[in-house]
């Protein structure tokens, strides 16, 4: 069974293409015209043992807001497409993630009833050339788009390169956990339900 899935989204503001295996061993091409960005993709890709590859070209003479926002979406619709109705996975997961001063946690439902509970604060307005409010916007658009229930929390911390990243490694590792097959499942969806 391959689990994988391309989406391509193309608007005024970005274009934007996403290959991902969910059962791959953690390869990544990354290319989004923000450097801090792209480390965090490869350190999700990485940790979560996704192979992905990401191109986007987005309107970065306005702000970085429409790349980070759509890389979201796109990553979320690919996460999606390639889950095929949440057949067969674990559905839940979770990862504390301590990195130095910081330990940041992460549970998610991959229920299809998205949803995005933060609680993570930046100490400072950037981290590189990258505005710390935007994590946020790719984490909901992520969670919106995949169907994932997320929970973040930076339980504590100082330094920011810290907190963003720590909150990546969290994402990638309840969701590797999450998507992971299930044997007791049979292969359906596990809800009582019948379908998410």
């Known amino acids: 069974m391959t689990r994988s899935a391309e989406v391509a989204r193309n608007t005024k503001e970005t274009q934007i293409r996403v290959v991902v295996d969910l059962d ?26 996704f192979d992905m590859t990401v191109e986007t070209k987005g309107d970065l003479h306005i702000d970085m807001h429409h790349t980070v926002e759509d890389t979201g979406i796109v990553i979320g619709q690919a996460f ?8 067969g996975v674990r559905r839940f997961g979770h990862a504390y993630i301590p990195m130095d001063e910081t330990l940041t946690r992460c549970a ?4 299809n009833r998205a949803y995005l509970i933060w609680k993570v604060e930046y100490k400072t307005p950037k981290v590189g050339d990258m505005d ?6 790719f984490h909901h658009a992520f969670a919106m788009n995949c169907g994932a229930c997320v ?7 100082a330094n920011s390169h810290h907190i963003a990243e ?19 499942t049979g292969g359906q969806a596990p809800s009582t339900k019948g379908v998410l």
């Open 166 to 184: 720590s909150g990546f490694k969290a994402l990638a590792r309840a969701l590797r956990q999450a998507v992971e097959i299930d044997p007791k």
């Open 108 to 111: 998610l439902d991959l229920s």
């Open 132 to 137: 710390t409010e935007l994590f946020k916007e």
């Open 151 to 157: 929970h973040l929390e930076t339980l504590y911390g």
């Open 24 to 49: 791959g061993t953690g390869v990544s091409t990354i290319s989004t015209g923000i450097g801090f960005f792209d480390h965090m993709l490869e350190s999700f890709a990485r940790h979560g043992g």
């Open 80 to 87: 999606n497409k390639a889950l095929d109705g949440f057949k």
